[in-house]
């Protein structure tokens, strides 16, 4: 059974960090992103990371703040985020998926097939 769980989302100052993780059980994927979604807005993916050569992509909002790793031994994606301002202020999802990412550019409309069930981030001002 595929299950990937967030964790370390919370409240932090402007300016500060957190460090996301999304442990991913069941499986392993071609690629995992990070996405966020703000209240009254669509999720969005903000950064993404291919498991077979560690290639990262990252949205110009938040190229770098935030930083995406993985770690195999433990299956696990992180989202190191620093610098951060209340506009980042969003549910956190993490997604996997299947298909082979060959591309260069930023994986707009990767079709990721599992998502976490999200972890709030809120940026005080």
């Known amino acids: 059974q595929v299950r990937l769980v967030e964790s370390g989302g919370g409240l932090v100052q402007a300016g500060g960090s957190l460090r996301l993780s999304c442990a991913i059980s069941?499986?392993?994927?071609?690629?995992y992103g990070w996405f966020r979604q703000a209240p009254g807005k669509e999720r969005l993916m903000i950064a993404a990371i291919s498991q077979s050569d560690g290639r990262t992509f990252y949205a110009d909002s938040v190229k770098g703040r935030f930083t995406i790793s993985r770690d195999n031994a433990k299956n696990t994606v992180y989202l190191q985020m620093n610098s951060l301002q209340p506009e980042d202020t969003a549910v956190y999802y993490c997604?996997?998926?299947?298909?082979?990412?060959?591309?260069?550019?930023?994986?707009?409309?990767?079709?990721?097939?599992?998502w976490g069930q999200g972890t709030q981030v809120t940026v005080s001002s």
């Open positions: 997604g996997a998926g299947t298909t082979y990412y060959s591309g260069t550019s930023y994986p707009n409309n990767y079709a990721y097939d599992y």
């Open positions: 069941g499986r392993t994927f071609s690629m």
